[in-house]
């Protein structure tokens, strides 16, 4: 979706006066990417606007030797 694409702002007349770079959800994007998940949004009839985002858990043995082998 453009929504993720760096520096894309949507151009609605609701939003009129709403600063910002159009960096925010190209950030999150890369950065859920990265951890393995993935971020979406959602537009119900409602009207609003759901962003919302997933990541795989790692169970708590896994975390604790993956910390243990960077020295942590």
Excluded at 32 to 59: N, Q, Y
């Amino acid at each position: 979706a453009r929504l993720f694409d760096q520096f894309y702002r949507a151009h609605n007349e609701t939003i009129t006066g709403v600063e910002g770079t159009g960096l925010g959800l190209s950030i999150v994007r890369e950065t859920v990417d990265t951890m393995g998940g993935r971020a979406w949004a959602e537009f119900p009839e409602s009207g609003e606007t759901i962003f919302a985002f997933s990541l795989p858990s790692r169970r708590a043995e896994d975390a604790a030797a993956a910390g243990t082998k960077r020295g942590e």
